[in-house]
């Protein structure tokens, strides 16, 4: 099945999960670091400014800092950006 790591650490953080979780019915593993044996397939940034990390991400693709076939999608209810 999936495996949705997640590092929060801080109540901001848990809660961000909280709602993706009533949003998705997904359920995460957290965790200390996230685990080097696998590739992700998709990263999901929780956020309350998705706006602002979909910005940031484009950037970072636009300079090559991101690959520029990564796929963002701002996410709705707007709490989250995925990057497939």
């Known amino acids: 099945g999936d495996h ?6 801080c109540d901001e953080h848990r809660d961000l999960v909280r709602r993706y979780h009533e ?10 670091e996230y685990p080097l044996t696998e590739s992700p397939a998709k990263m999901l940034l929780m956020t309350d400014d ?13 300079s090559g800092a991101l690959p520029s076939g990564l796929a963002s999608i ?5 709490f989250f950006v995925e990057m497939l």
């Open 74 to 78: 701002r996410g709705s209810p707007p």
């Open 50 to 62: 998705p706006d602002g990390v979909l910005s940031t991400v484009r950037e970072a693709q636009a």
């Open 4 to 9: 949705i790591y997640v590092r929060p650490t």
């Open 23 to 32: 949003l998705t019915g997904a359920s995460h593993t957290s965790v200390e």
